[in-house]
């Protein structure tokens, strides 16, 4: 299905990873597609939505309203082998020496981790390039899912970032479709105006 997406498109599924990872949330769901589609300042979902006071910025406070942002753990910039090292010491075990004796009987590098495994190419490679995957909720896939058959009902070998939101505004029931809704935005007048844009498009 991806094969579809135009590159706008693709940049909205890149983006609801990262709004996802911004809020903290372990779930990729409609409200970070949402969010990333505002995201594109020229883009005919903004565009329309901006009519309405609806922005990347708005719709992210929105989620943060309705389901908070949770604060990702302080990490830690202690040295793990120093910690190891030192509790073995403490109890005897000089971890240099252990190491030197199982590179004697084995081999140089004999406790060397293996080269870990290439990283995925193409489009999917840049979700886990980008700083780990976060799957996508139900709900979220749903709405891919119905991009897809917006753009089948159109007659249309691609998939746009109208498509997604016509997949959003099908499916409804998601926390997007209700920012939508606190916003006031008419469903079947926005999905008129998307049809029209497509239609435009592909003239």
Do not use: C, W
């Not at 579809?4 to 409200?31: S, Y």
């Not at 409804?172 to 926005?190: K, N, P, S, Y």
Request: charged share 30%; proline share 5%.
């Amino acid at each position: 299905m991806f094969e579809r997406f135009t590159a706008a498109a693709r940049q909205v599924v890149i983006g609801a990873q990262e709004e996802a990872r911004d809020l903290g949330n372990e779930h990729i769901g409609t409200e970070h597609v949402l969010i990333a589609m505002l995201r594109d300042e020229d883009g005919t979902v903004t565009r329309l939505l901006r009519e309405h006071g609806l922005d990347g910025d708005t719709a992210q406070a929105d989620v943060q309203r309705l389901i908070g942002v949770i604060e990702p753990p302080e990490l830690s910039f202690t040295d793990p082998d120093a910690e190891d090292a030192a509790a073995l010491k403490a109890i005897g075990i000089d971890l240099d020496k252990v190491r030197a004796a199982i590179e004697e009987s084995f081999g140089a590098g004999a406790l060397r981790l293996p080269k870990p495994p290439p990283r995925k190419r193409g489009f999917f490679g840049k979700l886990y390039a980008s700083g780990g995957h976060i799957p996508f909720s139900p709900r979220a896939k749903k709405l891919l899912e119905l991009s897809l058959r917006e753009a089948i009902r159109l007659h249309q070998n691609f998939i746009a970032p109208e498509h997604i939101m016509l997949g959003l505004l099908r499916e409804g029931e998601g926390l997007a479709a209700r920012i939508l809704a606190d916003h006031h935005v008419d469903f079947a007048t926005m999905r008129t105006d998307l049809e029209r844009s497509l239609k435009d498009q592909a003239a």
